[in-house]
């Protein structure tokens, strides 16, 4: 299957990156090595596309973290993407369905996070969330289960799945 990003584009990431892959509470996660401004990239997610199928039943070839991009397609996503991990209070956020920029500012040695969330759409995998925020939701599902409050600024951020959000944006 095709990749979702080219080596070059993928090479020149990390030539222009502003991270660090280090422990935390998670296991790994992804840092800010340098001051990240708002609305900057900070990377884009590379890895195989794969079937929904593929995805659940992490066959040999997929053993990594799949992203939905699409009702039946994944990025079988790679390093160093793999390691962002979830916050229901993100400061990054994913758009055009791959490119993984700041929200806010992000201070050098910060975790980066998104809400996973904003890239679900299958009624297949919930996750107990122990990002301890304030706002914290205890599980991680679908966007469709957002508050309605969340969704919208979501939507308005631009920072969900294009298949997920022109269900809602038709809506508007």
């Avoid at 992203?67 to 209070?89: A, M, T, W």
């Avoid at 599980?139 to 298949?163: A, C, E, G, M, T």
């Amino acid at each position: 299957m095709p990749q979702v990003i080219n080596r070059s584009s993928f090479l020149k990431t990390l030539i222009n990156k502003k991270f660090q892959i280090k422990n935390c509470k998670f296991g790994k996660g992804l840092f800010a090595d340098v001051d990240i401004n708002k609305e900057e990239e900070i990377l884009r997610f590379t890895g195989d596309l794969v079937s929904f199928e593929q995805a659940v039943t992490k066959e040999i070839k997929y053993q990594g973290d799949p992203l939905q991009v699409g009702k039946d397609l994944y990025i079988n996503l790679e390093e160093p993407g793999r390691f962002v991990n979830h916050s229901c209070n993100p400061n990054a956020g994913i758009k055009n369905d791959f490119v993984l920029v700041a929200l806010k500012d992000i201070k050098k040695g910060e975790e980066i996070y998104f809400d996973y969330s904003t890239t679900m759409d299958e009624d297949f995998w919930v996750m107990q969330c122990e990002c301890g925020n304030a706002n914290c939701r205890n599980i991680i599902k679908d966007f469709k289960y957002l508050p309605s409050k969340v969704k919208r600024n979501y939507l308005d951020l631009n920072i969900v799945q294009q298949f997920i959000a022109i269900q809602y944006l038709a809506i508007k």
